[in-house]
């Protein structure tokens, strides 16, 4: 690995050796894009390993893997077979009759240095073959994102696409009554589990977004009474303003290569995009209309932006040139859009969508065809997209007391799901992949 | 849009020219503890008024009017509001000690960051507003709270309406 993720966790990473070659089947797979697919039923048995923790990270796997919405993991008391050596082949038989199309095995052992070792096998089990076998070591600590990491192979084998249950999600908690909001950024692994606070709550601090190398936050706080973009270093904490701008900072993001932050500026009735390159510490202006251009984010490829405008009346979706040349328009439906994100794949934008006093998260095609709305209801807003483009998370507020929550959402608008947090929360931002 | 605002607000202004001087009047009669009864925009307010000290921040915020309000999605100066910050432009000459901070807010039926924008929008309308009246922009600052602190909670129009509002601040941004 280049560098050292920000959790200090050395994933080492090698192919197990099949304890038998046989040739990966393609029997077992997954095509999701076909919207409401059939779940594919798979036992996952828990880890061999001297305590819980082998039966731990079997849960986190299979929990992984059911809230993708893809895999229906079976209950362990259909399991005939008792996995006791996951080295040998299992008894394909006895999984083929209660209908698991795949088998994962695996073991956790403590190393002699007190490190973790986790292997495990995906097993075609009509086939009769191994897809693929790995194994890890790392820290104690470390053992959820194991599993996680495990998820993703498996995921990634079966579907052909990228996983992403090894990722984060940096968010604003919110607690305290409606007209008294406390807000606090909040960091966590994307199934909501170890939820760290990242500041505290005397400042209102919005909109976190992380840098693609996961080590960096850009966020808006109010400290001081001056509302300007910051940067937050995740592993020392460090924060710095980001530039020296003659009014309110908002709406930050990092350019795909992390070395520029994209925001706008306020200047009395006036809202522009600039950029600041954070190494020369110079500022571009990209928009110039007495209109409120705001919500910038880039192509992965870094070439175009697309953000919003109300410069023809309402909030509409318009995509430039990385330079701020070629404005134009791509939304033109009914209601006002906002919230624009370019999804990692490239093919679509995400936005919220008003209409009809409904808040709608949807997504269109970077020339503004193929708009399709996944969720609408009283408000959601601020739709993230998972590093492999295919689930979203937003946050939606339900009318009556109480405060936002969590969603994510498949890019079919199937599988809705909550995640469950320990406060109130709003403004997701899912991370990278490292690699 | 902007010819549109322009015909309103000048219209605004002329509506706002009686209450203007009645509003002065009002703020003379209360420095001076006189009586107080009969006069426009005062009769909830004169019970706790009474108390305020003349020029004190309470005074401010009870007998002229600390806030605004905005229709939906605009940014333009109502007449009942125009009648406000004509209130405040007297008061804000007679009492030239005060700094102030224009805060301008949105209601929660919008996403976050054009909120902030728009809330800054609202505030900087207010600032050119008293502006024309006589206030220098040198003492007016302004900060936009988006939709993240309303003072109305429910989720209705009634909420929606008493947080879409600009709101003069002596002193400094606080509440």
Request: charged residues 20%.
């Amino acid at each position: 690995m280049r560098k050292c993720s920000f959790i200090r966790l050395l994933v080492v990473l090698t192919g197990l050796v099949a304890a038998f070659a046989t040739p990966a089947s393609a029997v077992v797979e997954i095509n999701i894009n076909k919207g409401n697919v059939e779940p594919l039923p798979i036992a996952i048995t828990d880890f061999i390993s001297g305590d819980d923790l082998g039966a731990q990270i079997s849960a986190v796997v299979a929990a992984d893997l059911h809230r993708s919405g893809l895999f229906a993991p079976i209950s362990r008391s259909a399991f005939i077979e008792k996995i006791s050596n996951p080295d040998q082949a299992p008894r394909f038989e006895d999984w083929k009759v209660i209908n698991a199309q795949a088998l994962v095995t695996g073991r956790v052992s403590k190393e002699g240095d007190g490190r973790l070792r986790a292997e495990f096998r995906l097993w075609d089990t009509f086939g009769g073959s191994q897809m693929t076998g790995q194994q890890f070591y790392t820290q104690p600590e470390n053992w959820r994102r194991v599993a996680h990491i495990i998820a993703d192979a498996i995921y990634e084998k079966i579907t052909g696409e990228k996983g992403y249950f090894d990722t984060r999600v940096v968010f604003v908690s919110e607690s305290g009554p409606k007209n008294d909001r406390k807000r606090q950024l909040a960091i966590m692994d994307q199934d909501g589990y170890n939820v760290r606070m990242l500041t505290n709550s005397k400042d209102i601090v919005l909109t976190p977004r992380f840098s693609p190398s996961r080590q960096e936050i850009t966020y808006m706080s109010f400290e001081g009474q001056q509302p300007r973009v910051y940067l937050l270093q995740l592993e020392t904490g460090q924060r710095e303003v980001v530039g020296n701008f003659p009014g309110m900072t908002f709406a930050p993001r990092f350019s795909p290569d992390g070395q520029r932050v994209i925001m706008s500026l306020q200047q009395e009735g006036n809202a522009n995009i600039y950029t600041m390159d954070l190494r020369s510490r110079t500022t571009t202006r990209l928009t110039s209309t007495p209109a409120i251009d705001t919500s910038p984010s880039y192509s992965p490829d870094g070439n175009q932006i697309v953000f919003e405008s109300d410069r023809g009346g309402r909030q509409q979706l318009y995509i430039m040139n990385a330079d701020g040349s070629g404005q134009r328009r791509i939304s033109f439906g009914d209601g006002s859009y906002s919230t624009p994100v370019w999804s990692p794949r490239g093919d679509l934008i995400a936005f919220t969508k008003q209409s009809g006093g409904k808040f709608s998260i949807g997504v269109m095609k970077t020339d503004g065809s193929g708009e399709r709305i996944l969720t609408t209801g009283f408000h959601n807003e601020g739709p993230t997209w998972a590093p492999n483009g295919r689930v979203l998370m937003f946050f939606r507020q339900n009318a009556g007391a109480g405060g936002p929550q969590l969603y994510s959402i498949d890019l079919t608008g199937y599988n809705e799901q909550l995640v469950k947090t320990p406060t109130y929360a709003s403004d997701p931002a899912w991370s990278p992949l490292l690699e | 849009m902007s010819r549109i605002d322009s015909v309103a607000s000048s219209r605004m202004q002329n509506i706002a020219r009686n209450p203007v001087v009645l509003a002065l009047a009002m703020t003379l009669a209360l420095a001076g503890c006189a009586s107080k009864k009969n006069l426009p925009n005062s009769a909830g307010e004169l019970g706790l008024g009474g108390s305020a000290t003349p020029g004190s921040t309470q005074d401010f915020t009870v007998n002229v009017g600390d806030r605004i309000f905005f229709d939906t999605d605009s940014t333009s100066i109502r007449a009942d509001a125009a009648q406000t910050l004509d209130r405040q432009a007297q008061w804000l000459q007679r009492y030239s000690n005060y700094p102030i901070t224009i805060e301008g807010h949105a209601d929660e039926r919008g996403t976050r960051e054009y909120n902030l924008a728009l809330g800054a929008r609202r505030a900087a309308a207010t600032k050119e507003y008293l502006a024309s009246r006589g206030i220098p922009a040198s003492r007016m600052k302004t900060i936009s709270y988006g939709k993240e602190r309303p003072v109305a909670v429910c989720d209705d129009i009634s909420c929606w309406s008493q947080n879409r509002r600009a709101v003069t601040v002596l002193g400094g941004a606080g509440m």
